[in-house]
């Protein structure tokens, strides 16, 4: 049995963010250990490769939800990374970091520490943004934030005026004083290539010679002595394995596979844990209070060339490759969500509550199961969509069996309350008014989805249903609180009731940010790491050091 000062479940974007941060500190032995393989393949660094990783079982845990109730009973994609890195080596690398009402509200809840003015000290140590060093931002740090608003595809143009006709202001920085308005994300890059949580953090850690790397091994079960975490078991090539921890065991498997993990090591909910003969160490609510994002777009095809005119024909592949061969440069260096914002969906709301997306490319013919951004449409086409910020459904993850190769029950409960619903309906309304502003008038050559029989409550409440679709932003499994009931972390992320043993990742998060949520999840990571250390707050800026 191997022994270390501190083992780290997951090397995803916050446990990646711990790696480098404990190593950094210089006087430890780490342990990471990874489910999936390290990240070599090319379609991991070349930005636009997601849509290759988007269904590779190789790199991505690939999740369905049980079927949903509200959703015409279909079950739900839920694409995870599976590889060094976790989502932050397979997402469209949009960098968004909420609003700072996310986080005062989850100080409110009982959790010191985490209002804005201490979480955008943690933003701003982890940056080294395009944008340079401000009261919004950092330089320097590990993290390349790259501003695309000169690159991306003219298409997108049109979308930021025709939100401009709509009435939404124009925000040339969608994470600076305000997320409030129309604009170009930024994104996760640098030098052409994706700017993943390993690439900032892990890969120069591995470098201190402090920090040993375990890949496609699962661990199994946290080992406990009483009701102390001491260690983990994992299986790796169909051989059992235990390490021993003489600090503590830190949980950063994401909002699915963190609180499987729990469970089937005895903290979760009692009756969950007895029904599948799991020995109860700790009864908790582990795996309640599972909020996602859902997404419903209108899909267009354009009067004017898309990005599927760069990607479907052999000579437009053959241009956009050399460019990026040649310079880093071109559709293959970029997401292709380049456009959006936030706005307000009615009258009288205090803040944004519903967030944009533009994508230049459509691919309503490609093949079901398959994302073929390299294989779109035959014909220039765009979409346009929008996504509740906070929405009030939960949902859950379960355990199906004290197997840990079965893969848990996730339900998210999607429009379970009326109120997401309404929000839902009047974001498809907005598309709609969108489409018929000028500047979007005038590049479009057809309405494909919903189509213009679509124009009641009733038909997009409908189209709602039977097309809305996830945008992987899965967190609050393992809420932050201070009550055991209702809560599985304290405000320093140690589990409740147990020694030994935190959770950093996005399921500690008490409520969904509103926006993104890798760059929330890396800078859990980030002050995670201090709260290990004994730090509070030491970021940029920040309180005490």
Request: aromatic residues 8%.
């Amino acid at each position: 049995m191997s022994e270390y000062d501190y083992i780290i479940v997951g090397a995803g974007s916050a446990g990646c963010a711990v790696a480098g941060r404990l190593a950094e500190a210089g006087r430890f032995r780490i342990l990471v250990i990874e489910a999936g393989p390290r990240d070599r393949s090319v379609w991991i660094h070349m930005p636009i490769g997601y849509g290759k990783s988007f269904y590779n079982p190789r790199v991505n845990w690939m999740y369905r939800t049980e079927p949903e109730p509200q959703l015409d009973g279909r079950t739900i994609y839920q694409p995870r990374g599976k590889v060094v890195g976790g989502s932050s080596s397979i997402n469209a690398m949009v960098y968004s970091r909420g609003q700072a009402e996310d986080f005062d509200a989850w100080a409110a809840q009982g959790n010191p520490g985490w209002g804005w003015p201490d979480v955008l000290s943690y933003y701003r140590r982890m940056e080294d943004h395009a944008l340079g060093a401000s009261p919004w931002h950092g330089a320097g740090g590990p993290l390349h934030v790259s501003d695309i608003a000169g690159n991306v595809h003219p298409l997108t143009h049109a979308l930021v005026e025709a939100g401009r006709q709509a009435g939404l202001a124009f925000n040339p920085d969608l994470n600076g004083a305000t997320t409030e308005g129309v604009g170009y994300y930024q994104i996760n890059t640098a030098g052409g290539f994706r700017m993943s949580a390993a690439r900032a953090y892990l890969w120069p850690a591995l470098k201190t010679g402090r920090v040993d790397l375990v890949t496609d091994a699962l661990v199994t079960k946290v080992r406990f002595e009483g009701r102390r975490a001491v260690g983990v078991a994992y299986r790796r090539d169909g051989v059992e394995h235990e390490a021993r921890a003489r600090g503590e065991v830190i949980l950063a498997g994401g909002a699915v596979n963190t609180p499987q993990l729990l469970q089937l090591s005895g903290v979760g909910p009692g009756a969950l844990l007895s029904r599948h003969g799991v020995p109860v160490v700790i009864d908790s609510p582990v795996g309640r209070n599972l909020q996602d994002h859902l997404c419903y777009d209108h899909v267009y095809r354009a009067s004017r060339p898309s990005l599927n005119d760069d990607l479907l024909p052999l000579l437009g592949k053959l241009k956009v490759g050399l460019a990026y061969v040649l310079a880093r440069r071109g559709p293959l260096s970029l997401s292709v969500n380049q456009g959006g914002g936030f706005m307000r969906s009615r009258p009288g709301l205090d803040r944004p509550d519903m967030q944009l997306y533009f994508s230049p490319l459509s691919y309503e013919r490609a093949t079901p199961g398959v994302r073929a951004l390299m294989k779109p449409d035959p014909f220039s086409g765009f979409s346009t969509s929008v996504s509740p910020c906070r929405p009030t459904s939960r949902g859950h993850v379960e355990i199906r069996s004290a197997d840990p190769f079965e893969v848990p029950a996730i339900a998210p409960s999607y429009l379970a309350t009326q109120k997401d619903i309404d929000d839902l309906i009047t974001g498809a309304h907005f598309l709609r008014r969108l489409a018929q502003t000028p500047a979007l008038a005038a590049i479009i050559a057809e309405e494909l989805k919903p189509g213009p029989a679509a124009v009641s409550d009733a038909d997009m409440l409908a189209d709602i249903r039977a097309r809305a679709y996830s945008v992987f932003h899965p967190c609050g499994t393992c809420r932050m609180g201070p009550d055991p009931a209702d809560a599985v972390v304290d405000a320093e992320l140690k589990v409740h009731g147990v020694d030994g043993l935190r959770v950093i990742d996005a399921s500690i998060f008490p409520s969904i940010p509103s926006g993104n949520t890798n760059a929330p999840a890396i800078m859990v990571g980030e002050k995670g790491a201090d709260l290990v250390l004994g730090r509070n707050n030491a970021g940029i800026g920040g309180l005490s050091a």
